[in-house]
């Protein structure tokens, strides 16, 4: 069973950056599309980015689009989203998430089944 662990959340100053990783455990990425999500207080989840690591195929909202960048390290078992040019609404908890891999491509839109326990990331002067 997948399993998926995130971290690399903190706080960080407005223009800052931090790296989130979310590893998995019980299956190879290969039969998975990774998704991020975020939820800020207040506010409904969104999805942020998504990869498919058999294909290296990744997509990202207009929001994080140039500033965050998805990736994945399969020999790691290991996916990143690296986060430049934070802003303070930029703060929410960030969640990976894993939905059954289609054949190719990804979309924040596939039915995300197994989740991370979330990891904080607070952006404040």
């Known amino acids: 069973q997948l399993q998926l662990v995130e971290s690399g959340g903190g706080l960080v100053q407005p223009g800052g950056s931090l790296r989130l990783s979310c590893a998995a455990s019980?299956?190879?990425?290969?039969?998975?599309?990774i998704g991020w999500f975020r939820q800020a207080p207040g506010k409904e989840r969104e999805g942020i980015s998504c990869i498919s690591p058999g294909d290296g195929f990744t997509y990202s909202v207009d929001s994080v689009k140039g500033r965050f960048t998805t990736s994945s390290d399969n020999a790691q078992n290991t996916v990143y989203l690296q986060m430049a040019s934070l802003k303070p609404e930029d703060t929410a908890v960030y969640y990976c998430a894993a939905a059954p891999y289609g054949g190719w491509g990804c979309s924040l839109r596939y039915d995300y089944r197994s989740w991370g326990q979330g990891t904080q990331v607070a952006v404040s002067s």
């Open positions: 019980g299956v190879a990425l290969d039969y998975y599309v």
